[in-house]
């Protein structure tokens, strides 16, 4: 068996070797010792070169015909998987349009229903309104008629005091008979002076102070 010492002093450069061995961390920059240098690149033979090229490109060959494979098998699933789910996704869109019509015409129904509320509603409404319209009309215009006679009445009785071509006679006579001074005035107390270009013989009794 292999002593502890022995085992210690085979393993120790080893363990000193591991612990020397470290890489500089990559945020660090280029040591000033490796700045400038250049490495030197390396010389590939032409039959090495040949040798690569023409691995990689079976490389690239033989992905690139995976690759086809699984995009054609893709394709087979989804048109399998398609066709198999075809015929229940056209009948569950039927189904789905079948209850969109029915929800639909509910709603119809129920527009149609308020709809004809309203009109019923707005048509009484109108109805109203013209009553009142008429009524009122109905009202002015016996307000109307009712003024009119009453100014028809008013000058039938102003009609009687018109001089007519057949009083014309009579009614020079009175006014020469009983002439009229408008030449007067009146006083705080409603007395009337008459003037002084009353003819003589105006009576006695209309010279006075009479009220208005």
């Keep these: 068996m292999i002593s502890q010492n022995t085992f210690l002093k085979r393993s120790w450069p080893m363990l000193i070797q591991c612990a020397e061995a470290h890489r500089k961390p990559r945020w660090l920059p280029v ?27 079976n490389y690239k060959t033989q992905m690139r015909a995976i690759r086809r494979f699984y995009h054609e098998e893709m394709i087979k699933e989804k048109s399998t998987r398609d066709s198999a789910s075809s015929e229940m996704s056209l009948r569950l869109e039927a189904d789905e349009w079948e209850r969109c019509v029915i929800i639909n ?27 009142a319209k008429m009524e009122a009309k109905d009202k002015e215009l016996k307000e109307r008629l009712e003024k009119a006679a009453e100014e028809v009445r008013r000058q039938k009785a102003l009609c009687e005091t018109f001089i007519t071509p057949d009083k014309l006679e009579e009614a020079i006579d009175y006014a020469l008979a009983n002439p009229i001074d408008y030449n007067y005035a009146i006083d705080l107390h409603g007395k009337t002076y008459l003037g002084t270009t009353t003819p003589t013989n105006v009576h006695k009794d209309e010279k006075t102070s009479t009220a208005v």
Excluded: F, G, H
């Design 31 to 57: 040591a000033k010792s490796k700045l400038y240098r250049i490495p030197k690149r390396p010389e590939v033979s032409e039959e090495e070169r040949l040798e690569l090229l023409r691995v990689n490109n």
């Design 105 to 131: 015409d509910k709603w119809n129904a129920q527009v149609a229903t308020e709809r004809e509320e309203r009109r019923k509603i707005q048509l009484a409404e109108m109805e109203e309104l013209a009553l």
